[in-house]
């Protein structure tokens, strides 16, 4: 959480080092994190992510639908 912590958002994919391949948003990577910010209690991580999640299900990407609905019942 530390490393997610230190990023202004949470981009889809990072290379080992810690380097954002892409500068785009998905619910897939984000849905984690805040999951994660929520369960050890990482306000500001908790709140920069939930801004970055969408408001309701997405209809186009059965994936990061699936992630959203499965992080949500945490």
């Not at 892409?22 to 619910?27: I, S």
């Not at 990577?29 to 920069?48: C, E, H, I, M, Q």
């Amino acid at each position: 959480m530390t490393f997610f912590n230190k990023k202004k958002k949470v981009t889809a994919v990072y290379t080992l080092g810690g380097k954002a391949v892409n500068q785009y948003v998905n619910t897939a990577f984000t849905a984690p994190v805040n999951v994660g910010a929520r369960t050890l209690k990482k306000t500001t991580l908790k709140t920069k992510t939930a801004k970055q999640l969408p408001k309701s299900i997405e209809k186009k990407n059965y994936y990061s639908a699936t992630i959203q609905v499965l992080t949500a019942l945490q």
